[in-house]
């Protein structure tokens, strides 16, 4: 199964755009990258996912390199709800029909 | 959140009791999970469901069990508490297909004494 590395924290200014990289260089040709967030406490929720082509939804952006070894997450305009840890997730082999959570970005957004 | 409730929110318990934790959801979805999460550990799944009386074990089943006797209803139990399970435990769900993501609930707080 591929693996993720992420920065451990990172912090951004409320308003401005928030940007989490995540490298996943031995990821699969058939494997989804998926983002999920968890804020204190409450249960991880997901964002966004997607296979090779950007993604967009409501919440945020996913742009994936065209190799696809590196991704980032991008919240356009992050608010102080937007704290929280970010997980970024390579889909485990076929059959498990399971996600493996890392440690993720502790995202912090400053007044 | 999408339709799923955990039950009890909180509880605490003895050693050597039996424990339940119940996940129930509302959105006719397939797949069913339990997770427990612990400091330094991230998420690690325990258990899954591929449907009704259809299980099966992830990274961390010793000392658990589960059933699954209707599509809503996933019970995670505890036949003899230890406290190395105090943790925080979530239930998730998913669609049918190998790629539809898991939303989650709301978790349980579970500490053994």
């Known amino acids: 199964d591929a693996k993720t590395t992420q920065p451990t924290s990172m912090d951004c200014a409320e308003g401005r755009a928030a940007n989490l990289p995540c490298n996943h260089s031995?990821?699969?040709?058939?494997?989804?990258v998926y983002w999920y967030r968890q804020i204190h406490s409450q249960g991880p929720q997901y964002i966004i996912h997607?296979?090779?082509n950007n993604e967009t939804n409501e919440m945020a952006s996913l742009i994936i390199t065209e190799d696809r070894k590196s991704s980032t997450l991008i919240l356009p305009h992050a608010t102080l709800r937007d704290t929280a840890v970010y997980y970024c997730?390579?889909?485990?082999?076929?059959?498990?029909?399971?996600?493996?959570f890392g440690t993720g970005t502790r995202l912090t957004v400053i007044p | 959140d999408a339709g799923i409730t955990q039950s009890p929110r909180h509880k605490v318990t003895e050693t050597g009791t039996p424990v339940t934790l119940r996940c129930h959801q509302t959105?006719?979805?397939?797949?069913m999970y339990w997770y427990r999460q612990d400091p330094g550990h991230g998420l690690r799944l325990i258990h899954y469901?591929?449907?009704?009386?259809?299980?099966d074990k992830g990274e961390v089943s010793d000392g658990y069990s589960v059933s699954r006797s209707k599509t809503e209803d996933f019970l995670l139990t505890l036949e003899s508490a230890t406290s190395s399970q105090t943790s925080v435990y979530f239930c998730?769900?998913?669609?049918?297909?190998?790629?539809?993501?898991?939303?989650f609930g709301n978790g349980t707080r579970l500490t053994v004494t």
């Open positions: 469901s591929y449907g009704v009386k259809d299980t």
């Open positions: 997607g296979l090779k």
């Open positions: 998730a769900i998913s669609e049918l297909g190998s790629n539809s993501p898991l939303h």
């Open positions: 031995t990821i699969s040709g058939n494997e989804y």
């Open positions: 959105e006719n979805h397939r797949y």
């Open positions: 997730i390579v889909r485990a082999g076929a059959g498990a029909n399971n996600l493996f």
